[in-house]
């Protein structure tokens, strides 16, 4: 732009840098685009061109962005394999990603789902929760990931009220009624608005291959949390223990750690943590002197009537599936008993 001005104007360089009062190499290096033109040199251009400074400043940005982005490209050029470790077919399927038949474009899509500059980002955001799962089965800490990242696209569409400590328990309560009367079409929506009155934001996310995680709870700013359900297992028994799992580590722990559900978690800090989660969640859906009334009751292994658990549940209010789930995890009764009381689930769409 400077020397096809400069020749319109018959102009020499050594001329302009005299008018300007900057060296005659400053003028020469801005042209060949070596040095970057300077908001002072903007003001001075146009003295001297009659050339608005907002409109060279506004062409410095813009040539200086596009040689970034030719800089990224060229970095992500070399950077392509890294799409092998992402469930990038799975993505698109799910509508999450849009396919791109140039890797790097494919990479640059990926990136921005991730919410990350680059590759090298993912270890400082994703890997320490991604990698902190079972060690008892295979799973993929990409894939991990991107059900971690697609939960917190999910949330940010959320509208939430501040967290309030009070409320939620509130919230709490009114999930638990809301187990016994469940509608398969209309649960999610009504949990999630239940929750976010309290600040907490409830998301349903289909499992990815590899990821064998049930739930996720983080904090997404100190007056927002996410408890992020898979439905792993598509009954209500899982997706109700694992939701107020889920609801025990926002009241019972710290703002810092994210949890996942779905494993045995390395070190003996999160584990005790986990314990703890499974605690709260057993003893919330069934209180634990209405528990020791039901066993009381069972007059020995595998020997209960499915209309003795089904009354049972009625009289605290809760769904059947949450007693026999309870009473077959403790191992008493067969896992292959009343499993007809359980409600099945469809996959979250997500």
């Avoid at 799973?139 to 309030?164: H, K």
């Avoid at 009624?177 to 289909?206: M, R, W």
């Avoid at 070190?267 to 709260?280: C, H, M, S, T, V």
């Avoid at 499915?306 to 896992?335: K, N, S």
Wanted: charged residues 30%.
């Amino acid at each position: 732009m400077l020397e096809e001005l400069l020749e319109e104007r018959g102009m020499t360089q050594a001329e302009l840098a005299r008018r300007t009062g900057r060296p005659t190499k400053t003028i020469n290096e801005i042209i060949k685009g070596k040095t970057a033109l300077t908001p002072e040199t903007a003001l001075q251009f146009e003295r001297v061109l009659g050339v608005p400074a907002s409109l060279w400043t506004k062409w410095e940005q813009a040539y200086q962005e596009s040689q970034a982005r030719l800089e990224e490209e060229d970095d992500h050029s070399d950077q392509t394999d890294w799409l092998d470790h992402s469930p990038i077919r799975e993505m698109v399927s799910k509508g999450w990603l849009n396919a791109c038949d140039d890797p790097v474009d494919q990479l640059r899509e990926l990136l921005n789902f991730l919410g990350i500059a680059s590759p090298e980002q993912w270890d400082d955001v994703y890997e320490t929760a991604a990698f902190r799962q079972s060690q008892a089965f295979e799973v993929d800490p990409y894939a991990v990931a991107v059900w971690l990242r697609q939960g917190e696209r999910l949330a940010q569409q959320v509208e939430c009220e501040p967290y309030d400590e009070g409320e939620f328990k509130r919230a709490l309560h009114e999930v638990r009624d809301l187990t016994a009367h469940l509608n398969p079409d209309t649960y999610q929506q009504q949990v999630q608005e239940i929750c976010s009155k309290a600040g907490v934001a409830v998301v349903f996310v289909p499992e990815l291959p590899e990821t064998r995680v049930s739930g996720a709870t983080k904090w997404l700013s100190k007056s927002r949390a996410l408890i992020q359900l898979s439905l792993r297992y598509k009954r209500d028994d899982h997706l109700w223990f694992t939701f107020f799992h889920e609801a025990g580590h926002i009241l019972l722990h710290g703002k810092r750690d994210v949890f996942l559900e779905g494993g045995e978690q390395a070190g003996e800090g999160l584990r005790k943590k986990e314990a703890e989660a499974d605690r709260f969640s057993a003893d919330f859906l069934i209180p634990p002197y209405e528990w020791k009334r039901l066993l009381a009751r069972l007059p020995g292994k595998g020997n209960a009537s499915r209309e003795t658990l089904a009354a049972f549940a009625r009289e605290i209010g809760v769904a059947p599936g949450i007693v026999v789930g309870r009473l077959q995890h403790e191992g008493r009764v067969p896992f292959a008993h009343y499993n007809g009381l359980k409600v099945q689930l469809n996959e979250p769409d997500g």
